[in-house]
């Protein structure tokens, strides 16, 4: 028994970064605690005084629409926020606009909202013509005052007076619609939907992680490293911001990246000590072997979702540069604190770590689903299965893959028009649908921003009306086309509502009429002269092609560094190539998911997605990124068990089934606390939110199961010695596997790897 408990009591020899990081801090550890306090406050301090610099209008986009948008901006003009009242007769006996009443109506509606102060440049229709060819529609147009960007936080008077106007003459609808009504009705019903779902994230981690563990205060540490490994970001982001403007949205996107990893690097440490332990491990030697095991495994994983998330980079579009650096930064932060501060506060906390023990959820060493040695009893009788029949399991979970992912292959991409987003239970949606089916393309026109050395120029303003009479007679609108000139900054914009209307697919072909016939043969023939043509169809056009465009450098990024990263941390040829194909499928099958729900409307009711019938543009490849990253934190930890048992003996099928099987415990809770937070964005009101919500729920769901659980098994079990087969060709690349060893007793002969000599590794 002597040399038993001398084994035991040893300190592992140990190798590699996360390891000797993780020695350092155990030996130093008010020091660790102390630099990583110190870390946070200062990155928040710094972060606090740089100020947070945001994405420009202009940054969004480049080609015409950006061009269009730093034209206005140079020229030092706001474009107001404008409003529209639809004074419209139901019926076909209903008023039209030459009656008595209803221009009594607009009368009224003008009066009002002069009345309350905030609006300018108040226009009738009777002056403008903006009256709808049946004569039953008409537009009073106004502009709200001050600044455009907090104009929604005004509009509330203006909108109780067009009420109070609408309640008056019951027998016309009067209704009021633009960006700042807009912006103050999504504000009201959903303004507190995505910080909600924000806050319920740790409340709801914290809950799954108290289950797991059983335990207040092991429940706790991972949630308090993520929670400070996202403060500390977010002053980085303020930092960072002066070179790289960042958004509301990439910080959004960071919260939920860095709560995922974070809570899954402190629970991937934390199990493993907690496993050595339960072994008969001393406390500094389990933390030892937890920093060789899984602190690299932490490493491996961190470095590969920042490859993934860097891969945003390649878009040229800010908004996914500014998501991509966020995510970047948080997954680098949490990585630093796991194999960091996080060995610090284990070592300190010792036995502690137990404290706070949850009544009905006090384990034993031995559990009901598990033993002492920390493998699952029920992930065992799956894997014992799969073993048992690897080509049947293969063949099963590839084609139910397959079959999910079909769909995939008719997915369609656009921007959602207001009523998809939004569905028509709010009435400003039913408002904006109505002034569409009146004035076709007059809720959301193309606006051409001219630019010329004289806007007052003859040539220039005999370009500009002849551009204002072949935009109807081309056929690309039927009018009125607005045309407001700024002399100062020799700029004019001219408005041009497209026929199509809310049809995004007519109204690209009329967007194309304009810029491809009713420009060159007006603009075109004048020197000097700029025409970019803007506006949300423009927007949504040429965002949507920006997005297609980025797909094969972003994918080839991604893909290419992440299989040379498995390449190098795990020295086989066959780890990296399987690594790549399954986390693709799982990718696969999250589109497949998305298109059955959301476009073609297969179960739609039960996530109230019904009438949708598209993807949101940037979603399928936002869902590349992060799934292709956040897949990489499960692929590294079970893969690395699975390498670390064969190293110290077994044969390869016993060590795939001892390392999925005693990675299953702490994979499953991570995945379910992910899976429960990206479910909660699935219940918002928005659909761009809840597609994302529900693509990354599903996605993790099945990654962590069907592709870690059954087809990861099967196929290495099938590839046998062929796993580690690493070619002689690239022996002159760097092993970085010497990372991962710890050594806490007589060195045994491993078996040889794919030609490789034996080699003598720690048990």
């Known amino acids: 028994m002597g040399s038993v408990d001398s084994a035991r009591t040893r300190e592992p020899r140990v190798r590699g970064i996360a390891a000797r990081a993780g020695g350092w801090s155990a030996r130093h550890r008010w020091a660790a605690v102390t630099v990583w306090v110190l870390f946070v406050v200062l990155a928040m301090g710094l972060g606090s005084a740089a100020g947070r610099v945001d994405v420009k209008e202009s940054d969004q986009m480049s080609g015409e629409v950006g061009r269009a948008v730093q034209i206005i901006e140079d020229a030092g003009l706001k474009d107001p926020a404008g409003e529209t009242v639809l004074v419209q007769s139901e019926g076909e006996g209903g008023a039209v606009a030459g009656s008595a009443e209803f221009r009594a109506a607009v009368k009224d509606v003008i009066e009002a ?17 903006s009256i709808s060819a049946d004569g039953h529609s008409a537009l009073v147009q106004f502009e709200m005052r001050g600044d455009p960007e907090t104009a929604s936080e005004r509009v509330g008077p203006v909108l109780d007076a067009v009420a109070k106007v609408d309640d008056t003459h019951k027998e016309l609808l009067i209704e009021e619609i633009g960006g700042a009504s807009m912006g103050k009705t999504f504000d ?9 779902a924000e806050f319920s994230a740790v409340p709801v981690a914290l809950g799954i ?9 092991a429940a706790l540490l991972p949630v308090a490293l993520a929670l400070t490994a996202i403060i500390a970001t977010m002053g980085l982001m303020g930092v960072v911001s002066h070179l790289q403007p960042m958004s509301d949205t990439a910080n959004s996107v960071m919260l939920l990246v860095g709560l995922a990893v974070g809570v899954d690097y402190c629970l991937f440490y934390l199990r493993r000590e907690r496993e050595e332990r339960a072994k008969g491990r001393d406390p500094r030697t389990a933390l030892m072997i937890a920093a060789a095991t899984s602190g690299r495994a932490i490493v491996v994983s961190g470095v590969t979702v920042c490859v993934a998330m860097a891969g945003m980079l390649f878009t040229g579009i800010a908004e996914f540069e500014a998501m991509g650096l966020a995510s970047l930064m948080v997954v680098a932060v949490a990585m630093v604190g796991s194999v960091t501060v996080l060995p610090a506060l284990l070592s300190l906390l010792g036995e502690r770590v137990e404290k706070g023990r949850v009544p009905f959820l006090n384990r034993s060493k031995r559990s009901e689903r598990g033993g002492a040695d920390g493998e699952s009893r029920v992930w065992r009788a799956v894997l014992t299965a799969v073993l048992r029949r690897p080509w049947t399991a293969l063949v099963v979970a590839a084609g139910a893959l397959a079959a999910i992912a079909l769909p995939a292959l008719g997915m369609h991409t656009q921007n959602l028009t207001l009523d998809q987003e939004f569905g028509d239970s709010l009435p400003i949606v039913r408002t904006y649908d109505r002034l569409n089916e009146a004035f076709p393309g007059g809720a959301d026109p193309a606006q051409v921003v001219v630019k010329a050395d004289d806007i007052g ?4 303003r005999k370009a500009l009306e002849e551009f204002r009479r072949r935009a109807v007679a081309s056929g690309a609108s039927k009018g009125p086309v607005d045309i ?23 109204a690209e072909k009329s967007l194309d009429l304009l810029r491809d016939t009713v420009r060159p043969a007006t603009f075109g023939k004048v020197p000097g002269v700029e025409a970019p043509i803007t506006g949300q169809v423009a927007g949504s056009k040429d965002f949507n092609d920006q997005i297609v465009g980025s797909v094969v450098p972003v994918f080839a990024f991604v893909v290419v560094f992440a299989f040379l990263l498995m390449l190098l941390c795990f020295r086989s040829l066959t780890v990296a190539i399987t690594s790549i194909v399954l986390n693709l499928l799982s990718v696969g099958a999250a589109y497949g998911i998305l298109t059955a729900v ?37 692929h590294v930890f079970v893969v690395s068990r699975i390498r670390e048992a064969r190293l110290q003996g077994r044969n390869t099928r016993d060590a795939i089934a001892h390392g999925v099987v005693t990675t299953a415990g702490v994979v499953t809770s991570a995945a379910v606390i992910m899976v429960a937070v990206f479910a909660i964005f699935g219940t918002l009101s928005m659909q761009s ?41 690239l022996r002159w690349l760097p092993d970085m596997t010497h990372d991962e060893s710890y050594d806490d007793a007589p060195a045994v002969t491993a078996p040889a790897r794919g030609g490789e000599e034996p080699e003598r590794v720690g048990v």
């Not at 905030?118 to 009777?126: D, G, K, L, M, R």
């Not at 009201?188 to 909600?196: I, L, M, T, V």
């Not at 599903?698 to 059954?710: E, K, M, P, Q, W």
């Open 598 to 634: 959301f476009q073609h409307g297969w179960g739609a009711s039960l996530v109230g997605a019904e009438g949708v019938g598209a993807i949101i543009s940037w979603l399928p490849l936002f869902l590349f990124v992060i799934l292709f990253g956040l897949s990489m934190d499960y």
């Open 113 to 129: 909202v002069q009345a309350t102060g905030e609006v300018t440049a108040v226009t009738s229709p009777y002056t403008t013509k």
């Open 188 to 196: 009201d019903a959903f303004g507190s939907d995505f910080q909600r």
């Open 209 to 217: 992680l108290l289950i797991a563990f059983g335990a207040l205060v």
């Open 689 to 729: 939110m809840k597609q994302m919500g529900v693509g990354l729920a599903a996605a993790v769901l099945i990654d962590a199961t069907i592709i870690r659980g059954v087809l990861l098994p099967a196929v290495m079990a099938l590839l046998g010695e062929r796993n580690w087969y690493f070619p002689t060709w």
């Open 484 to 506: 407001v000139t700024h002399d100062a900054a020799n700029v004019a914009v001219i408005d041009v509502p497209l026929v199509g209307g809310s049809d995004q697919e007519k």
């Open 457 to 460: 120029a003859a040539p220039v």
